[in-house]
């Protein structure tokens, strides 16, 4: 499969890009920065240069011509600012979302944030950011592409362990490394039991494959 990456230079793009070029498939990370460009493609991935934040949905469409799923990783990232949070992490998201469908690109994964509909509870930036994921989450859960919205835990760059636990807004909120979030979404494409679901993903006790199967 061919597989868009947004936000192809973070670090859970890039830990995907590997795992799913190790398996078979044709990773292509998007990138805003053309010097990042080697690093993605040392993972096995293809870079490409465009900027959700100065593109429209025509143009990013056509830029997933032959495309057979999209995944949104992108993000302002800490210390950003709440306006960016609105640019990178709603807009940038809808945007991608919009452009896969005119595309015909219907399989669209995104990740979003644990807690991102409690965002007025969130201090001003952190409100931010969860608001525009639970913004994005909601216009996505209202396409009709064949979506996946996982909402992880607080990330952490631990090793993978390959065991998560999966569930609604209710789950206790845990930890999850930015390895098992690859992991959970490079198994996640192809599994049905994923398709128009959103859950909540923390470390836990079962694998990944089991744990995404119980979502059916």
């Known amino acids: 499969m061919r597989i868009v990456i947004a936000g192809g230079h973070g670090k859970i793009a890039l830990l995907l890009s590997e795992i799913l070029a190790t398996a078979g498939h ?3 990370g998007l990138i805003r920065n053309p010097a990042h460009a080697a690093e993605v493609r040392a993972t096995g991935a293809t870079p490409l240069v465009l900027d959700l ?3 429209d949905v ?3 469409a056509s830029a997933l011509a032959g495309v057979d799923a999209v995944v949104f ?3 302002a990232g800490a210390g950003s600012g709440p306006e960016r949070k609105l640019t990178v992490d709603r807009d940038g998201a809808i945007l991608l979302a919009d452009a896969a469908a005119e595309a015909g690109v219907l399989r669209f994964i995104v990740i979003s ?3 991102a509909d409690s965002f007025a509870d969130a201090g001003d930036e952190m409100g931010a950011y969860l608001k525009a994921k639970s913004e994005a989450d909601a216009h996505i859960r209202e396409s009709d592409l064949d979506w996946t919205i996982v909402r992880p835990g607080p990330l952490t760059d ?3 362990t390959g065991r998560v ?3 609604d807004d209710s789950l206790e909120r845990g930890e999850i490394t930015r390895a098992d979030v690859a992991g959970v979404i490079a198994a996640a494409i192809d599994q049905p039991a994923t398709l128009r679901k959103q859950f909540v993903v923390v470390g836990g006790g079962t694998s990944i494959v089991e744990a995404l199967k119980s979502l059916a």
């Open 26 to 28: 044709e990773p292509i």
């Open 53 to 55: 934040e100065d593109s």
């Open 58 to 60: 025509s143009s990013t």
């Open 73 to 75: 990783a992108a993000g």
């Open 113 to 115: 944030s644990i807690g």
């Open 158 to 160: 631990d090793a993978a």
């Open 165 to 167: 636990t999966v569930g």
